[in-house]
């Protein structure tokens, strides 16, 4: 008989300790040991901080680990579990999926016990961590090929006080956009796993482009941010700068009006920046045809007076792909 997924020591110890979060082998891989750190002091609130759901992601493991060195001497009290790698195999070929099985960890929540790599990690860390927290911050990044601004994201959802609570804590990163996101593929997303047992989940976004110092430190500062309003460590909540600017604003999208699609495969050379706003009509980027030097280019213009929170900064689209992710000031 195969053991189930368990920890390797008690989350209830007071303190610090740390250990791991096995998920049991299966018949296509061996088991997985993932690291699991744990602060607690006590009563208070219980938060789950993760990173490296997504392998191509890394910003969210290297906070996680920086949280590691200064936390336990900041918290004054209650409970934080520290998940910096979600997905070692995914993290391991820094793919976005898991490269055992193809799946993508953050579209089978709540996952299966006999599925396979993908879906017993997820089915390990909703039996055996979701539930010692309230709070989770999920540490993603969105990659080199937009550019996104740092930002707390969040899905509608359907219970308006969990809404508003919601809402309320992805402010309190004071990053540069906090957004909700109508996305159109929830089904299996670690926050809708979160929200059925009533949970505050907020997915933090790291800008897009590569790995910076500047970047890391704005992603570290929002999330100190969020521990400060928690009442999980003391000081006081300050806006980070990011191009300049001191200031964060609340955007929401809706489906499928704010997902400005590329009408043809080409290269796409954007013509403004991410939180620019824009009037309807403007060109906001060019997609040049590579099929023929002969072939037009075409002007990509705002369907709608938007805020334009990202746009793609690199890459070839093809039909159908998203060139930008327009938003509108949330109606409170
Ligand atoms: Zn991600």
């Not at 208070?44 to 680990?65: D, K, M, W």
């Not at 949280?67 to 409970?79: D, F, I, S, Y």
């Not at 023929?292 to 990202?310: Q, Y």
Request: hydrophobic share 40%; with cysteine; glycine share 10%.
């Amino acid at each position: 008989m195969s053991e189930g997924p368990h920890l390797t020591f008690d989350l209830d110890q007071p303190g610090i300790s740390q250990g791991h979060l096995v998920v049991p082998k299966g018949a296509d891989c061996e088991a997985l040991s993932l690291s699991v750190f744990s602060l607690n002091k006590g009563a208070g609130p219980r938060l789950l901080i993760t990173g490296g759901c997504h392998g191509n992601e890394l910003e969210g493991p290297i906070v996680a680990r920086r949280l590691v060195e200064w936390l336990p001497e900041a918290q004054t009290c209650g409970r934080i579990i520290i998940v910096s790698v979600l997905n070692p195999p995914a993290v391991q070929a820094f793919t976005r999926n898991t490269p055992i099985d193809g799946l993508n960890l953050n579209r089978v929540f709540p996952g299966r016990a006999n599925g396979s790599v993908t879906e017993r990690i997820a089915d390990a860390i909703s039996r055996l961590l979701l539930p010692m927290a309230d709070t989770v911050f999920d540490l993603h990044s969105f990659g080199p090929t937009w550019d996104f601004p740092p930002s707390t994201t969040t899905h509608p959802i359907a219970d308006q006080d969990l809404m508003a609570k919601t809402i309320k804590m992805a402010e309190a990163f004071k990053l540069p956009m906090t957004l909700v996101w109508d996305h159109p593929d929830t089904p299996g997303m670690f926050d809708i796993s979160a929200h059925n047992q009533g949970k505050v989940f907020v997915c933090a976004e790291l800008g897009g482009g590569t790995i910076g110092a500047e970047n890391l430190a704005i992603y570290e500062a929002g999330v100190r941010n969020a521990l400060i309003a928690l009442g999980l460590i003391e000081g006081k909540a300050e806006c980070p700068i990011f191009r300049q600017r001191k200031s964060s604003q609340t955007l929401q999208t809706r489906r499928p009006a704010d997902e400005l699609a590329s009408p043809a495969r080409g290269i796409f050379e954007p013509r403004c920046s991410m939180l620019d706003e824009v009037k309807q009509g403007d060109l906001i980027g060019i997609l040049h045809p590579m099929d023929s030097s002969s072939a037009a280019s075409t002007d990509i213009r705002l369907p709608s007076t938007s805020i334009v929170c990202g746009i793609r900064s690199g890459g070839y689209v093809e039909v159908n792909e998203w060139l930008a992710l327009l938003a509108r000031s949330l109606a409170h």
